[in-house]
């Protein structure tokens, strides 16, 4: 996608060899422009799958949920990482460990927002080394949904995640692959 390529070469910066800073334009500040056409993107990668339902975990895989979900026409799910007290016991549980945050958290889904007969599409802002996702997939699996793939919006190739996933046989799409951040550059895959 060449405007979030022309965005990432210009509005963002590299932090270390492992972090890069979006938050002009995707996880704190958001380009409305460029939401749109990642939505857009996902959607048209996607067409013909029948997706039921976009899943994503809060807070800066909302936005992409959601543009998404309205290119799609289906709703956007969000799994929450505080339990709700609203949701009792109806709810599916996974574990999500974060290496950047070097933390553990919890996420949750209302058991009737996700059903079996779903055909889920999950994206997310970034993919490291697949974690969020690996709880991501827990949850469509504990409900028995159907996966039909995942949309990342920045994938960080170096890191391993993507990798282990697209070997299980998950069917990933990333709208721009970064091979690696050394000496201060930036190397995109393609
Ligand atoms: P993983 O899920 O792929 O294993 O990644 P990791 O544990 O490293 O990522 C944890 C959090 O950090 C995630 O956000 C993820 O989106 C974010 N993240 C990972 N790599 C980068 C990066 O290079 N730049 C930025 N800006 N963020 C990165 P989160 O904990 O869910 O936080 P949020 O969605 O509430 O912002």
Redesign the pocket.
């Known amino acids: 996608m060449q405007l979030l390529k022309e965005k990432i070469l210009t509005n963002s910066q590299i932090?270390s060899d492992?972090?890069?800073?979006?938050?002009s334009f995707?996880?704190h500040m958001i380009d409305p422009d460029v939401m749109m056409e990642i939505g857009r993107e996902f959607a048209s990668r996607f067409a013909g799958c029948t997706v039921t339902k976009v899943l994503t975990?809060?807070?800066?895989?909302?936005a992409v949920g959601l543009t998404t979900a309205m290119a799609l026409n289906v709703p956007l799910l969000f799994a929450k990482?505080k339990m709700p007290s609203t949701l009792l016991h109806h709810y599916y549980l996974s574990n999500?460990?974060?290496?950047?945050?070097n933390e553990s958290?919890d996420i949750y889904v209302a058991k009737q927002y996700l059903k079996s007969h779903d055909k889920v599409l999950i994206v997310?802002?970034?993919?490291?080394?697949?974690?969020?996702?690996?709880?991501l997939t827990q949850l469509v699996k504990q409900a028995e949904a159907e996966l039909v793939g995942i949309g990342i919006v920045?994938e960080?190739a170096f890191?391993g995640?993507g990798k282990a996933l697209r070997d299980t046989g998950v069917r990933i799409e990333s709208l721009v692959k970064i091979q690696s951040?050394e000496d201060g550059k930036l190397y995109l895959a393609d």
Do not use: C, H, P, W
């Open positions: 932090v492992q972090i890069l800073r979006v938050d995707i996880n975990v809060e807070a800066s895989g909302i990482k999500i460990y974060s290496f950047t945050k958290v997310d802002d970034f993919l490291a080394r697949g974690e969020a996702l690996k709880g920045i960080k890191q995640g951040m």
